[in-house]
């Protein structure tokens, strides 16, 4: 097993801040049956560097806990990021276009029994993975590709260590 380095326990710890913030900030957008979760756009981060991986899904549990999220929320939304940003990172030398798929997958086939079953949405199973992976198709394959093409020309500022850790 490789040796955890500073430099990607920095990079999990700010990727994990910032998706914390972006839920917070946006809450009203953030948990609901209609839901676009803007932090989701960081879910193109495992493309750039393997510390996405525990950064998202640290970010999503603390967003999950600290908006308010009930336990199912907190445990299946979380796995949900976790797989997303796992699946996210082996495509990466695929094709970087492929990288937002297993994210907007996963929450699209997740989420919608969590709202139904935790939250008792009344909407209908196929109403909710239609209007979840409507949010996280805008979230993630609209603003986390913009989000991709704008840090690729960045991408040994941001990420410097990057090729190192994989």
């Not at 999503?60 to 445990?75: F, T």
């Not at 409507?134 to 603003?143: F, R, S, T």
Request: with cysteine; hydrophobic share 55%.
């Amino acid at each position: 097993m490789k040796k955890l380095s500073s430099s990607m326990l920095t990079q999990s710890a700010a990727i994990a801040a910032v998706y914390v913030a972006l839920t917070l900030a946006f809450a009203p957008i953030s948990f609901s049956a209609v839901q676009i979760r803007v932090s989701e756009a960081l879910c193109i981060l495992p493309y750039f560097t393997p510390a996405a991986i525990p950064g998202l899904t640290l970010g999503c549990l603390l967003g999950n806990i600290l908006g308010g999220a009930v336990l199912p929320d907190i445990v299946f939304g979380t796995f949900a990021t976790f797989m997303g940003a796992l699946l996210s990172y082996k495509l990466r030398n695929v094709s970087k276009w492929l990288v937002c798929v297993p994210p907007i997958l996963s929450n699209t086939l997740i989420i919608p029994f969590v709202l139904r079953y935790a939250y008792g949405a009344e909407e209908v199973l196929p109403f909710l993975m239609f209007t979840v992976g409507l949010g996280e198709l805008l979230a993630i394959g609209v603003l986390g590709n913009i989000l991709m093409v704008a840090m690729e020309s960045r991408r040994g500022f941001l990420f410097p260590l990057a090729k190192e850790q994989q």
